[in-house]
């Protein structure tokens, strides 16, 4: 109750930073009413509607909504995030960056790799949770490897609450490991910090990818850090593209698709509180995943699909087609790319996206002029009105 009431109340810090001139009118929407319970909806829910019922209308009720949408699934998917440690350090010695950080008496230590390109720099930098499997020009781009299972295990159910990210904060901390490793991708971006005169590395030219399970870690990172300039979620399915209504309208369909339900039994990556959602179905969650990418919003994302029926091709291209009508109407239309290519094995980058990806790279890591409008693709048939029965605003 002490964390929330503190969250809270830095919610209201940010939001006023973040817009002095109209904090008294717009400081209670940056945090939930005590009391508030999400209507039921089987449509994916209005993003542009805060928690109150008032409409999102400006670009600063926007900021504040996000801040509201970061609650929402840190209350009811996620697990909550903590904020940066009191005290963090940062050591880097040849390819290593070892980052140390501490809560009271105890602390904990991991290490990343970082793969550079040769020269002296700076250069933008792609943290991949796991080994990469989208190509990144290693002329161009460093690689900075996090071993992510090493800060929240990901076996199976019995994995929660064990890594080093417990070891911090308890193993019964609410978060799952999705937020877990987003809370150490955030302290890689702090370490960065420290260590930029000497690393060679851009700490504002970051991006951030993994795929398949690792890629729901990679989305979720790019959504809880604004710090990141590009996120590359490949293959992620559900619990990262893919909506869950949209996947549970695909499994009465006699899909063989992954569900919320399915999710918080096979294993940690969820807070404990979402396992509720199987029982209260997926209705009454007040959020669905065209909304974490409404929380990347307007930084750079680009959706990476396949057609295998578990990832729900439906359920990924209906998610990320009303993802990008929040991003045009938050005025970044060309900042979220998806796109669904299929025949090819899981996790295996297929030749057709290269240009695509390059493109997205280019433009929000290296400086670059390519186009990232209209990247909109997909095999899957997807009727929007299904869907979305919302008109997203223009935002003043
Ligand atoms: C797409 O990611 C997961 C999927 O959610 C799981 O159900 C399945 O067991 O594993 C996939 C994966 O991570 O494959 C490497």
């Known amino acids: 109750m002490i964390l929330y009431t503190a969250a809270l109340l830095l919610l209201h810090v940010v939001c006023a930073l973040a817009h002095p001139a109209s904090l008294s009118s717009r400081q209670t929407t940056c945090t939930l009413p005590s009391n508030f319970t999400p209507p039921s909806t089987s449509k994916l829910p209005n993003p542009f509607i805060f928690a109150s019922g008032r409409s999102v209308t400006t670009k600063a009720d926007w900021a504040c909504r996000q801040q509201e949408l970061s609650q929402l699934f840190q209350k009811s998917e996620l697990g909550d995030k903590p904020a940066k440690p009191s005290s963090l350090s940062a050591s880097l010695s040849n390819n290593i960056l070892t980052i140390t950080a501490r809560e009271a008496s105890t602390s904990i230590s991991f290490t990343v790799t970082i793969q550079k390109p040769p020269g002296p720099g700076p250069f933008p930098a792609i943290i991949t949770l796991g080994q990469p499997s989208i190509p990144i020009p290693p002329s161009s781009i460093a690689t900075i490897i996090l071993d992510n299972d090493a800060i929240a295990a990901q076996s199976d159910l019995s994995s929660r609450g064990h890594g080093l990210f417990y070891s911090l904060y308890g193993p019964s901390h609410s978060a799952g490991a999705l937020i877990a490793w987003s809370w150490a991708v955030s302290r890689i971006l702090d370490a960065l910090a420290l260590v930029a005169p ?13 795929c398949s399970r690792n890629a729901k870690g990679a989305f979720v990172a790019g959504a809880f850090d604004e710090r990141i300039a590009l996120t590359l979620p490949q293959e992620s399915g559900a619990g990262g593209a893919s909506c869950w209504r949209i996947a549970d309208s695909e499994a009465a369909r006699g899909k063989n698709i992954q569900t919320a339900a ?12 979402f396992d509720g959602v199987a029982a209260l179905g997926t209705a009454r ?6 909304e974490l990418a409404a929380l990347v919003a307007p930084r750079g994302l680009y959706v990476m699909e396949n057609d295998i029926e578990w990832l729900g091709p439906v359920a990924t291209t209906g998610c990320g087609i009303v993802g990008r009508r929040v991003y045009a109407a938050v005025g970044a239309a060309d900042a979220m790319g998806f796109s669904l290519v299929g025949g090819h094995a899981h996790c295996q980058f297929p030749e057709a996206q290269r240009g695509e990806l390059m493109a997205f790279m280019s433009k929000y890591l290296l400086e670059g002029n390519a186009s990232t409008a209209g990247v909109e693709r997909s095999s899957a048939v997807v009727n929007v009105a299904d869907w979305m029965d919302w008109v997203a605003p223009v935002l003043t």
């Open 285 to 290: 969650l007040p959020v669905d995943h065209h």
């Open 198 to 210: 000497t690393s060679a590395i851009d700490p504002l030219r970051i991006g951030v990818t993994g």
């Open 262 to 273: 399915q999710i918080v039994r096979e294993n940690a990556w969820f807070s404990a509180r």
